[in-house]
């Protein structure tokens, strides 16, 4: 079932006061068509009997035959819009508001004196008046008229048309139709204008709520004036609830991407633990099958001659070494890939380091028959722990010796840039391929995995100079030549 489409805010806002306006001004014209008339003869009936109560007391003061009070007697008319006709005991004609006073005369005579009561109907009576309805069958109207005696005894006539009562009421009745059309055309226009106004900054509320439910932030409930104050509170408690729910969203996205890392690293753990066990039980395998083998070999006694048994122990020994010189190397890689080792940084003299370690090497050196060449600057001081650093020249030197070919020579240089001192170490012999230039620095990768074991290599000691480069905050690197491979790092100096 499709949901029924709803009006529009504005739409019922306009309906609402059309409504409103047009049923206030259908009321006003039925009470207007209904009694307008009856209150403008009920209000000539008062009038006509004020008017009777003016005159006989200007007649009281001045007397009816003076002039002063002829001229208040017009004043009373024309401001009443009544005829009046005063006359005295004998039927004698003292004033008249009419040009032609005799036909009015006959009219009140025949009232007062006549016998056919039949087209008059008595509205009220007093002491000294009289006032009825009459209708005028010659002219077929109707009158309001009073019949008073004044004081003096003088009979007073006073007559108002109803006609032109009527006529007044239907002019206003049309009039009212007509202000009331522009009217409620105007309300119209107004009511369209302020329902604008409040719906604006609504939609403007409901924009930047369906804004909120994108999770889009950025949209705030701009003041307006001329708004209604629960308008600008409703919006302002909007903005707040907007920054509240990017707050914690964020808070949220933080604490998402936290959680996301440590389940990443919690990942790459368990890899780095599956990896590790791999590399390790492929690495053991080798050089624990040779102890078992020759240590079997011994106890069989399948060469009982001394130099057999020197050899068969020889290889033993040689082959413990490299086990537990690896062993070494991922205790100390696992302490700086976890950060358990301290790192102390000191200033020293990295080329008197240098010279250490080559006649440290020296003995290798000559076995290998490589000749090593340092290009010394005098004392170049660097940052760094100094151990580590020796360890990190180490392994490049000793990686150089093993790989060294051809002219089988090692240079080591400086070269200084931007506060920086770098210490390369290059040996002639075949270039790195391109696609292992990265890959050198993971541990237990072998590029050469014969040769690697042909001088007792683990694939372990790039990684360990990689980690301590990276606990130093600084960089390492291998570069290919034409003859040879340039490995070399990075430390900060004040020179």
Not at 201 to 222: E, G, N
Not at 340 to 351: A, G, W, Y
Request: glycine share 4%; net charge negative; proline share 1%.
């Amino acid at each position: 079932m499709e949901k029924k489409q709803k009006t529009s805010l504005t739409w019922q806002l306009i309906l609402t006061m059309v409504v409103i306006v047009a049923g206030t001004v259908a009321m006003c014209w039925f009470f207007n068509t209904t009694f307008l008339e009856k209150y403008y003869i009920f209000h000539k009936e008062k009038e006509l009997k004020s008017s009777f109560d003016q005159v006989r007391l200007i007649c009281e003061k001045q007397g009816d035959s003076s002039d002063d009070a002829y001229v208040q007697f017009e004043r009373i008319c024309a401001n009443g819009n009544i005829n009046m006709l005063i006359a005295d005991q004998d039927r004698n004609l003292i004033w008249s508001s009419y040009s032609s006073a005799q036909r009015f005369q006959m009219q009140m005579e025949d009232w007062l004196y006549g016998s056919d009561r039949s087209r008059v109907q008595v509205l009220s009576s007093g002491k000294d008046y009289t006032l009825l309805r009459q209708t005028d069958e010659r002219l077929q109207s109707e009158y309001l008229v009073l019949l008073g005696t004044l004081k003096n005894g003088n009979n007073l006539y006073m007559r108002a048309a109803v006609e032109s009562i009527r006529e007044s009421a239907s002019i206003t009745n049309q009039f009212f139709v007509m202000v009331s059309m522009g009217a409620i055309i105007l309300s119209v226009i107004l009511i369209i204008v302020l329902s604008k106004g409040i719906s604006h900054p609504i939609h403007a509320l409901s924009d930047i709520a369906r804004r909120m439910t994108q999770l889009d932030f950025d949209a705030k409930y701009i003041p307006v004036r001329h708004v209604s104050r629960e308008i600008d509170e409703l919006g302002n408690s909007m903005n707040e609830l907007s920054e509240t729910l990017e707050e914690t969203i964020s808070e949220l996205k933080t604490a998402n991407v936290s959680l996301q890392q440590d389940i990443e690293k919690k990942e790459q753990i368990d890899e780095m633990r599956k990896e590790f066990l791999s590399n390790v039980s492929h690495e053991l395998k080798t050089p624990l099958a040779l102890i078992q083998g020759y240590a079997e070999g011994l106890k069989e006694c399948i060469n009982d001659d001394a130099e057999s048994r020197d050899f068969y122990c020889d290889v033993i020994m040689d082959e413990s070494e490299k086990m537990n010189h690896m062993v070494k190397q991922l205790l100390t890689l696992n302490q700086l890939e976890f950060g358990n080792d301290t790192v102390e940084m000191t200033r020293f003299d990295i080329t008197e380091l240098i010279d250490g370690v080559i006649q440290s090497a020296s003995i290798m050196a000559a076995q290998k028959q490589v000749n090593i060449e340092f290009y010394r600057e005098g004392p170049v001081y660097v940052w760094g722990d100094e151990f580590k650093v020796e360890e990190v020249i180490t392994n490049f030197l000793t990686n150089a010796m093993n790989h060294a070919a051809g002219e089988k020579k090692i240079t080591i240089r400086f070269q200084k840039h931007d506060h920086l001192v770098r210490t390369s170490v290059f040996n002639t012999g075949d270039p790195i391929p391109e696609e292992d230039l990265d890959k050198i620095w993971v541990k237990f990768y072998k590029v050469d995995k014969a040769r690697t074991r042909e001088y007792g290599g683990s694939g372990i000691g790039l990684s360990i100079v990689k980690a301590i480069m990276d606990s130093f905050h600084q960089k390492c690197g291998a570069v290919n030549h034409p003859d040879g491979v340039e490995f070399w790092m990075e430390l900060e100096t004040n020179n």
